[in-house]
């Protein structure tokens, strides 16, 4: 069975940090790219960050680079987001999408940044 599940949301205080991390099942995640995106309350559903397959190329939207990471393993079969520095307006659910042969999404993981 194809599965993406995220893991690592939570509750953190303004510039606290927090590891998402994404799990595949049923597939191999090196032959897609995969990226991070998130959805607010009331908001459209955004790209936050994308790598690559081989892990070399990575791209962010503007409102979180330099505090986020998107990183691999394609061994381990997961994705990861490093989220540092973290503000209000990073509050969503967190969804890892697989592009590739096919295209899946997960779940989804909740983030809550709030003092």
């Known amino acids: 069975q194809v599965q993406l599940v995220e893991s690592g949301g939570g509750l953190v205080q303004p510039g606290g940090s927090l590891r998402l991390s994404c799990t595949a099942s049923?597939?191999?995640?090196?032959?897609?790219?995969m990226s991070w995106y998130r959805q607010a309350p009331g908001k459209e559903r955004e790209l936050v960050a994308r790598?690559?397959?081989?892990?070399?190329?990575?791209d962010y939207v503007d409102s979180v680079n330099g505090r986020f990471t998107i990183s691999r393993d394609n061994a381990k079969n997961m994705v990861y987001l490093q989220m540092n520095s973290l503000k209000p307006e990073d509050t969503a659910v967190y969804y890892c999408?697989?592009?590739?042969?096919?295209?899946?999404w997960g779940q989804g993981t909740q983030v809550t940044v709030s003092s």
């Open positions: 049923g597939f191999f995640i090196s032959n897609y790219a």
């Open positions: 999408f697989a592009s590739g042969p096919r295209r899946y």
């Open positions: 790598i690559v397959r081989t892990g070399t190329i990575t």
